[in-house]
């Protein structure tokens, strides 16, 4: 059975066996971080126009502005970009949901992108897992704030939404395993299936490999946000009063090649562990 740090060390390794492909799911990823940053910016701008719109109008609450006020064709802007932002986040799971799979069969290459409609498919029921699965905590947390919003006890509501969404990952990974290498989204959500592939692996060892692989993730993502620090003070020395396309830049740079990385690297983590919980 092979260690904590072999699982790792071999997902750190994986995604040089195919460059071009970590790169061709960087292109995703790339794209993802433009809509968002462009959606972030934009939404701070309606945000602000609104609230220009309350202090002029005397308005107190957001809900009360004439619609005829509402800056709507950014708010349609930002609505249509979210839908499309959706639709390349399910190809992004596909591709993930393909990279669990190629872990569980142990193969050494990396998935392609023939089966577009395949991975598209694939990306929903691995969306839908992850929803099922923090739903719970959810509910919770946002009841809480609705309900005792203002009460002594909403720390308490608070910290137990926190605990349940730590539990449900960590039972997450393994349901998403069950279900990839089943090909079957009822093997999500076998709870007793999900629980003896963790007994079999130990529950320390599980434990171990997900904080290990998540402390590993989160050195390699500071190192590259100081490097990604660098390079945009670079270009803001070179292009002046420019920050919307620095900003730009930098999403462009983190998706193609630091998130596509890390995320072929963690995924391939997560496939090794379920190979090594069925031996």
Known sequence: ??????????????PFNDVKKVLGFGVLLALMSALSTFIGLKSFDVFREILNIMENTNVTLASRIPLSQLPGADINLIIGLSVVSL??????????????????????????????????????????????????????????????????????????????????????????????AHDNIKKAFDLREIMDNISNLGWGKYIGIILFTILVYMII???????????????????????????????????????SYMS?????VCGSIYRESIK
Request: glycine residues 8%.
């Open 87 to 180: 639709i390349v986040t399910l190809f992004i799971l596909g591709y993930q949901y393909d990279l669990i799979k190629f872990s569980i069969d142990k193969k050494q290459d990396l998935p392609g992108f023939g089966d577009i409609l395949g991975m598209f498919l694939n990306g929903i029921q691995y969306f839908l897992v992850i929803v099922a699965y923090n739903i719970i905590p959810l509910i919770i947390l946002i009841g809480g704030i609705m309900l005792v919003g203002d009460s002594s006890i909403f720390p308490v509501v608070t910290l137990i939404s926190i605990l349940l969404f730590i539990i449900a990952y960590f039972i997450q990974i393994m349901a998403l395993n069950n279900m990839i």
């Open 264 to 268: 072929v690297f963690f995924n391939r």
């Open 221 to 259: 993502m500071a190192a590259a946000g100081f490097i990604l620090s660098i390079i945009s003070v670079l270009f803001a020395a070179t292009i002046n009063n420019q920050a919307v396309v620095i900003s730009f830049v930098i999403a462009i740079i983190e998706g193609l090649f630091v998130d």
């Open 1 to 14: 059975m092979a260690s904590i740090t072999d699982c790792v060390v071999e997902g750190l390794k994986y």
